[in-house]
C-alpha cells in the first residue's frame, strides 16, 4: 500500500476533500451555454475565473495530485455545485483552521476567500453557470510544481530568495518504518552561493528539492549552530526554521531578524516516511530572503518557540511525555508559562499527530484580563503557520501568564485516526502523540514595549472610530 | 367528545406524517455530520460537544492507586515471514509497583498467546518513564486481520488493548533505523547482546531469552550481559542497559538498574549488575542494551531485549 504524503499532499487533500463534498455533478455532457447576460449578472468570465485561479487552480492542475482540474469553464461549471458546497462551508480553500468564531482574526497569509467571493461564486452557481463573454477571461497562468515555485515570491510578492540551502540527500527506503535523517553539515557546502559576513534574515520558505521528495517528508526541523558561542543570547544559533506537511513560510516582522554567519553549520532534523517505492536522494531547499548587506534590524526575534501542553517545569507537574489517550475517548493537556520579558507574538502554528483535536492559546495579562489568542482546530496535513498581521500581533508584557491547552481526539470521529481501539501515548511517530505551540516571539525592551503599546491604542481608537475590527490589544 | 375525537385523529395525522422525518439527536450519524452539507444540530467535532466518551488528564497522575495500561507499540516482520507484534505498558503511578498475577485480571487472547506476558509492572521511571516494546507476542505469517488482545484488570477497572498487523503506521524498526544510522546518530543500533560469550549474538526486539538461572533469596546473583556495538560504535564507545523486573512472586533489587558499559575498541563490552530476590519462585528479568538513554526509546528504535529466567529458592 503506497502512503503518499508529504508537502505535496496539500493538493492531495484539498482535492480528497473536495471530492468529498456529497452533491451531483453536472454530467461530463451536460451543454454548456454561451448565451449572453444582462447586465448585473454573475458570469464565469468576468467574475468567477479570477477567483478560481487565484485561489483554486494552484492545486487543480493537470499534473496535481488533485481529483480534478479547474482551468477551465467546462471544467468548473462540471463541478459548479460541489463548489458551491465547499466554499460556502469554507471546506475550501483548505489549510486554514483558525475557528473564526474566537481570538484574533487578522492575518497575512490567510488564504480564505473573502465573504464578497464566496457570494460570487454562490450566486453565479444559483443563476446557471452562465460563462458570459469569453473576451473577459483572465489569460491562463503556466503552474509550477511543489518544488519548483516560492510561495513567498509568487502569492506575498517578495521576490525570488537571495540564498537558496540544500539539506543533505537521503535515500528513503521503499518499505520501513518512520524515519529520521539527522545530520549536521556547514552552512557553506549548502548555499547556492557563497556569503561572506554576517547576514540577517527576514524570511524563510521550505519546498521539496524534487517532485518525489515532496512524498516523503513529514517535517523538517533546521538549526543554526555557531562555530564560537556568544554572550549576546539573542545571537546565539537555535532554530532556523520548521517546515511541515502543509507549511513553507515563515515572515518576520519589518523590524526583526535572524542572525546568518559564514562559519554557521546547519543541524537537521527530517521526519520522512516510505512510500513504498524507493525515493533517491530526497532532499529540501529553503529559500532565504535577507534584509540588504550591512542593515541589522532593530531586534533579533525568537522566532518560532515551543509552548507545551501539560509540561510546566516550574510547577513540577507531570510531563506531557506522560499523556495517555483512552480508546475512542479523549485527553486534555494544559501547560502554564508565566513570561519572564515583554514578547511581541508574530505567529503562531500548532504541533500534535494523528489524533489532534484542537489546540488553544490563552493570555492571563498582568492586570487580570484573560484572552484567548488563538484556538487551531488540528488538521494533520496542514502544519500552517499563521503570520498575524503587524497591528493585530499580540503585545504580552512580562508576567503574562500564557495557557496552552491541547485536546486529543481518539474518537472514530476524527477522520485521520488509524485506529481508535488503541491507548495512545507519547512517541515521535504520527500513531503517538505530541501537544506543543509554536509562536513566534520576539522579545522586546521595556522602554520600546511601552511605545508599541501607545501605538496599538492609537490604531485602536482609530479602528473603533471607523467602526473596523478591533485588534488585539 | 366529537371535538376530541378530532383532536385526537388531527395529532394522529400529524404524528403518522412526521414521524419518518424526525430522529433523536443521539440517532445522527457523526460520520454524515461532518459532511459540510449535512446540517447536524449540535455538532462540531471541534467543539466536542458533552459526550460520554472518557476524558483524561495527566494530572491523574499520583504516588499509588492510579491506572497500569497494556499499550500495542506496534508489529515488525521476521526473516521466516512471520510478525511480532510489540506491546508494552504505561503506570500513572509514581511510587507503587504492582503484581498482577496471570488469570483473570492478566490475560491475552486468544488464548494460544496468553502466559507470556509481564506480570510486574513498575512504577515510573524519573527519566525513561515507561518499559517502551518490553513483551512480545509472534503470529504466523497468514494472521491476516486478526487481533491479539491484552487485558489487565487495576484498581477496579479493565484496560484492553488490541495489536494487528493491519496499519503500517504501526510499523516498528528493529534493529536499524536506517535514516539515523546514516547520520551516525545516537540510538540508530541496537546493540547485541548476549549473556554466554560462547553462544550467538542476539539483536533487535525479538531478542534473546536465558537461563533459567539459580538463585537464593537475599543473596545477589551477578548478571553478565555482554554487548558488541562493532562498526556502529561512531563518537561514542559505550553503551547503556537498563533492567527491569518483568515477573516473578517478591521483590527483586538491582544494584544497578542503568548501567553504563564502556567499550573497547573492538566496540565490545560487559556490564554486570548484582541482582536480589525477596522471595522463592521463578522469576523473568528484562534487561535493554541500547546506545544512549537519552530520548532514544522515542524513537521506537533502536534496542536488544534480554529476558533472564531465574528460579530462586530458600
Known sequence: ?473 | MQRFRFVLKVLLWAAAIGLPFWQPLAAQDPEACRSPQASCDGFDRYRLAPSNAPTWAPQMIRASGRPIVPVFEGWFENPDGTYTLSFGYISMNLEEALHIPLGPDNFVEPSEFDGGQPTYFREIHPSIRRPWNSFMITVPADFGDRRVVWTLRNHGETYSVPGHITRRDYIVETPVAPARAATGTAGAHAPRMRFDPSRPWAQGLAGTRWGPLTATVGQPLEIPVYVNRGETLNQRPESWLWWIQYSGPGGVTFSEDEVRIELDEAGEGVGTTSVTFTEPGAYVLLVQSIETLRNSFEYHCCWTNGWVEVDVTN
Open chain 1, 1 to 473: 500500500m503506497s502512503r503518499k504524503k508529504g508537502l505535496r499532499n496539500v493538493c492531495a487533500l484539498a482535492g480528497a476533500v473536495l471530492a468529498g463534498v456529497v452533491a451531483l455533478p453536472l454530467s461530463a455532457g451536460a451543454q454548456v451555454s454561451f448565451a449572453s447576460t444582462g447586465d448585473g449578472e454573475v458570469t464565469y468570465a468576468s467574475d468567477v475565473a479570477p477567483i478560481i485561479q487565484e485561489n483554486c487552480v494552484r492545486c487543480h492542475h493537470p499534473g496535481t495530485s488533485a481529483p480534478m482540474a479547474l482551468e477551465t469553464y467546462e471544467q468548473v461549471r462540471r463541478y459548479s455545485q460541489r463548489i458551491r458546497t465547499a466554499v460556502e462551508n469554507r471546506v475550501m480553500p483548505p489549510g486554514w483552521y483558525i475557528d473564526r468564531t474566537v481570538g484574533i482574526q487578522h492575518f497575512k497569509n490567510d488564504p480564505s476567500l473573502s465573504d464578497e467571493d464566496i457570494e460570487t461564486i454562490v450566486r453565479w452557481v444559483d443563476s446557471g453557470a452562465q460563462l458570459g463573454d469569453p473576451a473577459l477571461l483572465p489569460p491562463p497562468v503556466e503552474w509550477r510544481g511543489e518544488h519548483e515555485y516560492w510561495q513567498l515570491e509568487d502569492e506575498h510578492g517578495w521576490g525570488p530568495p537571495d540564498l537558496i540551502i540544500t539539506s543533505p540527500a537521503y535515500t528513503v527506503p521503499a518499505e520501513s518504518g518512520d524515519q529520521w535523517y539527522e545530520p549536521v553539515a556547514p552552512v557553506q557546502d549548502l548555499l547556492n552561493k557563497e556569503i561572506t559576513g554576517e547576514r540577517w534574515i527576514r524570511a524563510l520558505e521550505t519546498r521539496p528539492g524534487d517532485e518525489m521528495s515532496g512524498y516523503v517528508f513529514h517535517h523538517v526541523n533546521s538549526y543554526l549552530v555557531r562555530a564560537a558561542e556568544t554572550d549576546d543570547p539573542d545571537l546565539d544559533g537555535g532554530n532556523l526554521t520548521d517546515a511541515a506537511v502543509g507549511k513553507r513560510i515563515d515572515m518576520y516582522p519589518s523590524d526583526s531578524g535572524k542572525l546568518l554567519r559564514p562559519d554557521d553549520q546547519i543541524r537537521w532534523s527530517l521526519h520522512l516516511y516510505p512510500i513504498g517505492e524507493e525515493v533517491p536522494d530526497a532532499n529540501v531547499q529553503i529559500g532565504v530572503w535577507l534584509y540588504p548587506e550591512g542593515e541589522r534590524p532593530q531586534y533579533a526575534t525568537e522566532d518560532e518557540t515551543s509552548f507545551n501542553s501539560g509540561e510546566s517545569r516550574s510547577l513540577g507537574l507531570p510531563r506531557y511525555t506522560d499523556l495517555l489517550i483512552p480508546p475512542h475517548g479523549y485527553q486534555e493537556l494544559r501547560g502554564w508559562f508565566v513570561l519572564d520579558r515583554n514578547v511581541r507574538v508574530h505567529s503562531m502554528r500548532g504541533h500534535m499527530h494523528l489524533r489532534g483535536g484542537y489546540q488553544m492559546m490563552e493570555a492571563i495579562y498582568p492586570d487580570g484580563r484573560r484572552e484567548v489568542l488563538n484556538k487551531i482546530d488540528w488538521n494533520h496535513l496542514w502544519h500552517t503557520t499563521h503570520i498575524y498581521e503587524d497591528w493585530a500581533q499580540p503585545l504580552l508584557p512580562k508576567g503574562t501568564v500564557i495557557i496552552a491547552t491541547t485536546l486529543f481526539d481518539n474518537t472514530a470521529d476524527n477522520p485521520s485516526n488509524p485506529d481508535p481501539d488503541q491507548w495512545v501515548v507519547y512517541n515521535r511517530r504520527s500513531v503517538g502523540e505530541m501537544g506543543h505551540v509554536r509562536m513566534g516571539i520576539t522579545y522586546i525592551p521595556d522602554e520600546d514595549f511601552e511605545q508599541m503599546l501607545a501605538e496599538r491604542e492609537r490604531v485602536l481608537a482609530e479602528q473603533e472610530r471607523g467602526g473596523r475590527p478591533i485588534a488585539s490589544r
